[in-house]
């Protein structure tokens, strides 16, 4: 299933941050911690230009700690990129971003200067919490649900660094039908643009896979099911969410899964692991390459010629 959805001020939004680029000095891009892949804005890479990029994995407090690790030594392997584990919810590692900002731009951090950095992230990734706690003060609007912020908008932190912010940007089209579902599953993606059904039969489908024990121990379920709509039908049971007649309700317990999981009750999960990014990346690679070879072959096709 393919999962799109890209409002007109993210458009725009695009086309402002490639206008003030030329005056930035680093990006700080905020990624979800649980899907550092998949959060990720493929726009990002060729925004900067080769500009030292930061990437903040933030609600690193509801994610599997050891594949958060795995993925902060596979970032800092790539060229000009620095990796910052973090969580929202303490200011002190908040406060880690501006020390690697000075860190990475020694030639901006004196007196009469100031560091200019753009700030980035897809929708509901806590990028506006983040820069609220920066600044001290209520800068940016949050909310728990994605496309808050709108414009965008330059903060001076009155300590060196002048923070370019902008709205949450997803991209045109997402080429990899697994990020699709796990941006929805995270809340990337309003709940208004997919069916709970469809969402929560791919997330039952990997937490029987890489987290089992997890699921048991939350949904005391006794003998874990052998497939993604057995699991959501074991747990409606347990939790007796019934229709009429005895069936499971089995919409709203894929809402409650889906709930769950975004607020860290069931335990600290990732979506996607390094390995499963460069695998994805190289389907997505030659699918483009694909189309790509396509489109020229459909230009070339020689016009016909009128009879007359």
């Given amino acids: ?84 584990a973090i969580t929202a919810n303490e200011p002190s590692q908040v406060a880690k971003i501006l020390e690697l900002c000075r860190k990475l731009v020694p030639h901006r951090d004196q007196p009469g200067k100031d560091i200019r950095a753009l700030i980035m992230g897809i929708p509901n990734v806590g990028k506006s919490t983040i820069i609220n706690i920066l600044a001290g003060r209520i800068i940016a609007k949050t909310g728990n649900e994605p496309a808050v912020t709108k414009r965008q908008q ?58 089992p024990d997890m699921i048991q121990a939350r949904y005391k379920i006794k003998e874990m099911p052998e497939n993604d709509w057995e699991l959501v039908e074991a747990i409606g049971n347990v939790r007796g969410f019934k229709r009429a007649g005895g069936r499971v309700d089995m919409h709203k317990t894929c809402e409650i899964l889906l709930h769950e999981f975004r607020q860290g009750t069931i335990g600290k999960i990732c979506l996607e692991t390094p390995e499963m990014a460069i695998a994805e990346q190289l389907i997505v690679d030659a699918k483009l390459e694909q189309e790509a070879l396509e489109g020229k072959v459909k230009k070339k096709k020689p016009k016909k010629k009128r009879r007359g």
């Fill in 1 to 84: 299933m393919s999962i799109q959805w890209f409002p007109g001020h993210m458009h725009k939004a695009r086309l402002e941050m490639m206008e003030v680029m030329g005056q930035i000095d680093i990006v700080i891009e905020v990624v979800d911690a649980r899907i550092p892949y998949s959060s990720e804005n493929p726009f990002a890479s060729k925004l900067r230009d080769g500009k030292p990029l930061i990437k903040v994995l933030n609600k690193c407090d509801l994610a599997d700690n050891a594949v958060v690790a795995q993925w902060q030594e596979y970032l800092d392997q790539q060229q000009g990129i620095s990796s910052l």
């Fill in 154 to 211: 330059r903060i001076n932190l009155k300590n060196g660094i002048v923070l370019c912010d902008t709205p949450g940007v997803l991209w045109p089209k997402v080429h990899n039908e697994n990020s699709g579902y796990r941006l929805a599953i995270t809340g990337a993606i309003k709940d208004t643009a997919f069916e709970y059904e469809d969402i929560a039969s791919y997330a039952s489908e990997y937490f029987l896979k890489a987290y």
